[in-house]
């Protein structure tokens, strides 16, 4: 053989020798990312991530690499990212102590970071925040507390102060949960976090804390589903970036009482309308861009509130236990489940349906079969028989926010076993199981959820019990895995600065803003205003309050649009004789933190229910319905709740007195009204009197002023109806939408679902020949 042949011979067993040895190697490489954390790259496999501190370690199984998170050298199913969710979640449930399955059915209450839980707050060994110097990404006592001691996994988080802190928060107790037990990561959630400030300003090209958007009936003002589902997609990756893995939202309940409060939350009372927006929020929070179905990028939706909770009498809300009951006298309850049944669980994306349902704490009144008149959780009708039965969901289901704790009066904010109110606070677990829940929404402590395994294994037997742990167990699990925490619940920290709030997440915010403000009225087209026009913005009068808990909020006078923005679009005056044009800015009518009830109308001998007034003025309920439909005859409680005759006014009449102030200083020069709306609103007190009238469903100041300027035009519609009067609210029904007398303007233009204006004049185009053949 020549020399070159035996060369070309060497070479060619070399390079065969590298290709086998290579063949028979690992196909995975790992790295310490920057922010501490080891980094397992598989070839055509899932990315892990782990901490060096936990105790867990890599397995070898097929060349790929896994996480051994029960650390017993064993390649577990649930282990195996290779297999189906399901298939992982029933292994590890099988594998799972009744305790270790408690914790998994707790829901925190709301955490802040820093600061830990509302109320007394968190302690830092034993300290407060300000006294501990902790960092504000470091885990309370008693976060570790219910992580290590009670099992909990799911964690709710309001508040961060920062990006980059709710990053490295996340990180802490992740590598925390790994090192106990099974490995099970936590689901941090988060109420939704997108809304925009209208102080904030925009800046093409600058970022911020979090992309800000529109409030969801703003984004139903749209009237473009594709639009709530880039919102969707945007929101997913940034709570991901943030460690948030499930969305307790959105709240599709069709809002067909314009009085309730909860109102601005939803996407209005349009059941076509609100199914197309549930379907697309979710299907835009779910699928993962990346992979078309569950992946990284999804974040899990929790829908609510089952069967729909924008039906209370009266327009009361089931927060308190003056508003716990929501009444049909339309026959209408199947409407309110469309958006949930057509929509959040008939999903366009690779997800399928919504993985999560919030039932609402509402007593559905009379429509259990059985009699039976209890909160949707506790319900074994409206939680077995209709969402799971009848409908075939077979996600997780967790109650709203307290429902277990005990009841403490009428206008006590968040304590809610409406209709249990006489079962002891295991008894109230033990029933919601049996009902066919999965979770306990604001519970830390896993005891009154053992204590009700017990209660069970008395009445049905200890296999009985444990397979109905297990089939809640599999149902949390599998949204655990489906969105990759089991691989990699870790965060690159610089990561999520960059993209939190990005310009271009910015952009796309600032301009679903502009599309969800509606014009109503611009007479002899004054709007927009031309540059050089001098305009007059009056103080606003911001009356005494309370917040949800109670506390106190005394009155001042705010600049209802910062001066400074203002002046980048006209010339601006305190004198109203020296201005061309004023802008009043105002609020819709409010009527207080307990609206619908008063303690001291109660303490006087009366029942205590008042009218909820969408109007500023004295009103009195003259039409009100007496019987009320609903009422409890347990003592200390009211059995007919009506509230006739009675009289109110609303907490800001001094809006209305400012509207018609402004307009006799400005004599015959124009008043433009901008609304900021969070409910419906009898505009006929002030109307009239003005030129134009813009509504902002809670945007940025440039927002407005970009339309008032003629920057942008106008094209928003309205997603609900402006009622005529109060007269037309009270006798509407709670369950129906639209049947209620719109008002008509000075100019003949009706205020009805899906009217708008632009510059040139009524819109009519795709979005109101699609929804306006369907409701009208």
């Not at 925009?202 to 749209?222: E, H, K, M, N």
């Not at 009805?752 to 819109?763: H, P, R, Y």
Request: aromatic share 10%; net charge negative.
């Amino acid at each position: 053989m020549k020399k070159q042949d035996i060369q070309s011979y060497q070479f060619l067993c070399l390079g065969l020798f590298i290709v086998m040895l290579y063949s028979c190697g690992p196909k995975w490489t790992e790295s310490e990312n920057a922010s501490g954390f080891q980094i397992v790259h598989n070839d055509g496999g899932k990315t892990l991530g782990y901490s060096s501190g936990s105790g867990v370690n890599i397995l070898t199984v097929d060349r790929f690499a896994f996480k051994d998170l029960n650390k017993n050298g064993t390649l577990d199913p649930y282990e195996d990212w290779r297999l189906s969710a399901e298939e992982r979640a029933a292994d590890l449930a099988g594998q799972m102590t009744i305790e270790q399955i408690a914790g998994l059915m707790l829901y925190s209450g709301h955490q802040r970071i820093p600061g830990g839980g509302f109320g007394q707050g968190g302690t830092y060994d034993g300290k407060t925040f300000e006294e501990s110097g902790a960092k504000a990404s470091d885990l309370t006592d008693q976060q570790v507390k219910f992580l290590t001691d009670d099992n909990l996994r799911h964690v709710l988080i309001t508040s961060v102060e920062s990006p980059e802190v709710a990053a490295t928060w996340n990180n802490n107790a992740q590598a925390l949960v790994e090192g106990l037990g099974l490995g099970i990561p936590a689901n941090n959630s988060s109420d939704p976090r997108h809304q925009a400030d209208s102080d904030e300003e925009y800046t093409l090209g600058a970022g911020g804390d979090i992309s800000r958007w529109p409030g969801p009936i703003g984004l139903a003002a749209s009237f473009e589903p594709d639009l709530v589902r880039r919102f969707g997609e945007v929101a997913s990756r940034e709570y991901r970036a943030l460690g948030i893995a499930t969305a307790l939202s959105p709240q599709v309940d069709l809002a067909t009482d314009p009085r309730w409060y909860r109102f601005s939350g939803t996407f209005g009372p349009s059941p076509e309308l609100g199914t197309d927006m549930a379907r697309a929020y979710v299907d835009g929070f779910q699928t993962s861009s990346a992979e078309g179905g569950w992946g990284f990028e999804s974040v899990n939706a929790m829908v609510k509130h089952w069967p729909g909770g924008g039906t209370g009498e009266g327009g009361r809300d089931a927060h308190y236990g003056f508003g716990k009951f929501a009444v049909f006298p339309g026959e209408n309850i199947q409407t309110h489940m469309k958006p949930f049944i057509e929509g959040a669980f008939a999903l366009e994306g690779g997800t399928g349906m919504a993985s999560a349902v919030m039932p609402y704490y509402t007593i559905s009144f009379e429509q259990d079969p059985n009699g039976e008149n209890v909160g949707n959780a506790f319900s074994k009708y409206m939680i077995t028989d209709q969402l799971r039965g009848k409908y075939g969901f077979d996600g997780v289901i967790c109650t709203d926010w307290g429902v277990t704790r005990p009841d403490e009066g009428m206008a006590v904010f968040g304590r809610t076993p409406w209709g249990v109110e006489n079962l002891t606070e295991a008894e109230r677990h033990y029933k919601i199981l049996m009902a066919g829940c999965d979770q306990f929404g604001g519970n830390n402590e896993a005891g009154p959820v053992i204590e009700a395994y017990q209660m069970g294994v008395k009445e049905h037997g200890e296999a009985e019990m444990r397979a109905r742990f297990e089939t809640s167990a599999v149902r949390l699990l599998k949204n655990i895995f489906r969105v990759g925490l089991f691989e990699n619940p870790y965060l690159d920290v610089e990561a999520t600065k960059t993209l939190v709030g990005n310009a271009d997440f910015m952009t796309e915010g600032f301009e679903a803003q502009l599309k969800s403000i509606v014009l109503l009225k611009n007479k002899d087209g004054v709007l927009p205003v031309a540059k050089e026009k001098t305009v007059y913005i009056p103080q606003r009068y911001v009356p005494a309050s309370e917040n949800f808990f109670g506390a106190p909020i005394p009155a001042y006078w705010e600049k209802p649009i910062k001066p400074e923005i203002a002046a980048k679009y006209f010339n601006t005056t305190d004198d109203p004789a020296a201005a061309d044009l004023a802008i009043v800015v105002i609020n819709n009518p409010e009527n207080g933190r307990t609206a619908g009830y008063s303690e001291e109308d109660a303490k006087n001998g009366e029942n205590g229910f008042l009218p909820i007034s969408l109007q500023y003025d004295t009103y009195t309920a003259t039409e009100a319905r007496d019987p009320s439909l609903a009422g409890d005859a347990r003592e200390g409680d009211v059995l007919n709740r009506t509230y006739k005759n009675k009289t109110v006014k609303a907490n800001n009449v001094s809006d209305l007195e400012a509207v018609l102030e402004t307009k006799r200083k400005m004599g015959d020069k124009p008043v433009l009204v901008v609304l900021r709306m969070s409910n419906p609103t009898v505009v006929a007190e002030f109307e009239k009197e003005i030129d134009a009238l813009l509504i902002n469903f809670g945007v940025q100041d440039q927002a407005i002023l970009d339309i008032v300027s003629g920057k942008v035009e106008p094209s928003g519609l309205l997603p609900l109806q402006m009622p005529a009067s109060m007269s037309t609210v009270e006798t509407q029904m709670e369950d129906v939408p639209f049947d209620m007398q719109p008002h008509v303007d000075a100019e003949g233009n009706a205020y009805d679902f899906s009217f708008g204006l632009n510059w040139k004049g009524v819109i009519s185009d795709t979005r109101t020949d699609k929804y306006l053949r369907k409701n009208m």
